[in-house]
């Protein structure tokens, strides 16, 4: 079994910050990419930002320059820092991870989902 749980999201005035954590926990033999995504009402989810297990990140143009993504090796925790917020931001913002749980060759990862948490940019 393998948990992935948010934390940080909430209320912030445009141009505002906030700071998104993800924790992965379970049995886990290795974290692939990690990465966020979010689903404004009545919109597709779509990426925000992905990070693989060497480090290279991947931002949407829209967040590019005000979003920032990385993670915690020690900790299985992923972080989206999100700076100079645009009401556009508004959305429910969701972890991923690719992990491998089992130790059998060839290695299968899988799509791991966290439960959501409501990001709001009031204008």
């Known amino acids: 079994q393998v948990q992935l749980v948010e934390s940080g999201g909430g209320l912030v005035q445009a141009g505002g910050s906030l700071r998104l954590s993800c924790v992965a926990s379970?049995?886990?033999?290795?974290?692939?990419?990690m990465g966020w995504y979010r689903q404004a009402p009545g919109k597709q989810r779509e990426l925000v930002a992905s990070?693989?297990?060497?480090?290279?990140?991947n931002y949407a143009d829209s967040v590019k320059g005000r979003f920032s993504i990385s993670r915690d090796y020690t900790k299985n925790t992923v972080y989206l820092q999100m700076n100079s917020m645009k009401p556009e931001d508004t959305a429910v913002y969701y972890c991923n991870a690719k992990i491998i749980t089992t130790p059998r060759f060839p290695w299968k990862e899988d799509d791991y989902w966290g439960q959501g948490t409501q990001v709001t940019v009031s204008s």
């Open positions: 379970g049995s886990i033999l290795r974290i692939n990419d």
């Open positions: 990070i693989t297990s060497g480090g290279s990140t």
